[in-house]
């Protein structure tokens, strides 16, 4: 509510957007529930299955609601609000893809930080070697010309994050990478500035998934 009041959208149509969103959470939470009650039928799946249609139908609510609420307030042509709600809704399915299944195993309690022994025990060199290579590949992809070409680097990274490192170094690494890709593109630069921001943030969207 607070970012939607601070820009230069009118008061009313921030405050309809912000309860979109509520409303997704609302909704998400919901469909959550109701799968992790069937636990004993979808077995293994039941946390696949909550995000997934979670992230399919919780999000409709966000993306409609808003684009609604931008047309009605006359800042939204109506040739563009198909569009603008594809952008919107496949957008909100990423993010949910990407950071439900953190908050669900948090909410488990199945991530937990290793024992202060384990981390002594590490090799520290075999840290710093992976760090620097994550840092040197982001820096590579998102903040120099040819880095278009190579953006699939990241996929070994982000595994090689998870091999050496563990489940939340590679969980944090992979929402730095979103974080970045996301930045860059509002910024016009990067592997997905080729065109208008709406086309730019759909290639976005599609990749993240």
């Known amino acids: 509510m607070l970012a939607n009041a601070l820009s230069p959208t009118p008061l009313l149509t921030a405050l309809l957007i912000a309860i979109g969103n509520g409303g997704e959470a609302v909704v998400g939470a919901l469909i959550i529930k109701k799968i992790y009650q069937q636990q004993k039928v979808f077995e293994n799946l039941t946390e696949t ?3 997934a249609l979670t992230s399919l139908f ?3 609510v966000s993306a409609s609601v808003g684009v609604a609420a931008l047309y009605v307030a006359g800042i939204l042509p109506k040739v563009e609000v198909a569009q603008v709600w ?3 809704w496949v957008g909100d399915t990423v993010g949910t893809l990407i ?3 953190f908050l669900i195993n948090l909410m488990n309690e199945r991530i937990g930080f290793p024992p202060i022994k384990k981390v002594i025990d590490i090799n520290i060199f075999k840290y710093l070697g992976v760090l620097v290579l994550s840092v040197a590949v982001l820096y590579f992809v998102f903040y120099t010309q040819s880095g ?3 953006i699939f680097l990241l996929f070994p990274v982000l595994l090689l994050l998870c091999f050496v490192l563990g489940e939340i170094p590679a969980r944090f690494g992979t929402l ?3 974080v970045l890709a ?3 593109t509002v910024k016009k630069s990067g592997p997905f500035a080729v065109g208008n921001i709406n ?3 759909m290639h976005l969207q599609f990749f993240l998934a």
């Open 49 to 51: 299955i909550a995000v």
């Open 58 to 60: 919780a999000t409709i």
């Open 86 to 88: 594809k952008t919107w």
């Open 99 to 101: 950071v439900a299944p």
């Open 148 to 150: 278009r070409a190579f």
């Open 176 to 178: 730095l990478v979103c």
């Open 182 to 184: 996301v930045l860059q």
């Open 199 to 201: 086309e730019d943030l």
